[in-house]
């Protein structure tokens, strides 16, 4: 990993993070949000660190596992770093489904925090 930029090092190990807590135990994903944190969750717009995590930890379902597809990352010109992230979730005994997230991570006081995330299931309407 030492030959990768550093902000494809950071936003590698901060994605890792995000789906392990996501996938283990959603309320510790306060951590990574702020009061000026934004969420777009299939449309719906939530703002703050606790709006956030009330929304995520009220989804719908006990067990949930991403695998991720694919991740990029872009460093921004005010020191931002943007990931987009592409894979597959299972939630219960749900069948599989593709997703995509994006993710604007911000340094504050030395520590990586998410400023903007938005999320997407990949479902088409064929009708």
Not at 77 to 97: F, N, T, W, Y
Request: proline share 4%; charged share 15%.
């Amino acid at each position: 990993m030492g030959d990768k930029p550093i902000w494809e090092q950071i936003g590698s190990s901060f994605i890792q993070h995000y789906y392990q807590l996501f996938d283990n135990d959603r309320i510790q994903l306060g951590a990574i949000y702020i009061d000026a944190s934004c969420l777009t969750w299939e449309g719906q717009q939530f703002q703050g660190n606790a709006a956030i995590v009330e929304k995520l930890s009220s989804l719908p379902f006990q067990k949930i596992q991403h695998s991720i597809t694919a991740q990029d990352h872009q460093p921004t010109p005010d020191s931002c770093i943007i990931s987009m992230v592409v894979g597959q979730l299972k939630a219960d005994e749900d069948p599989i489904m593709g997703f995509h997230q994006m993710f604007l991570l911000k340094n504050i006081n030395d520590a990586w925090v998410c400023t903007n995330d938005m999320f997407r299931l990949a479902l088409h309407n064929f009708g």
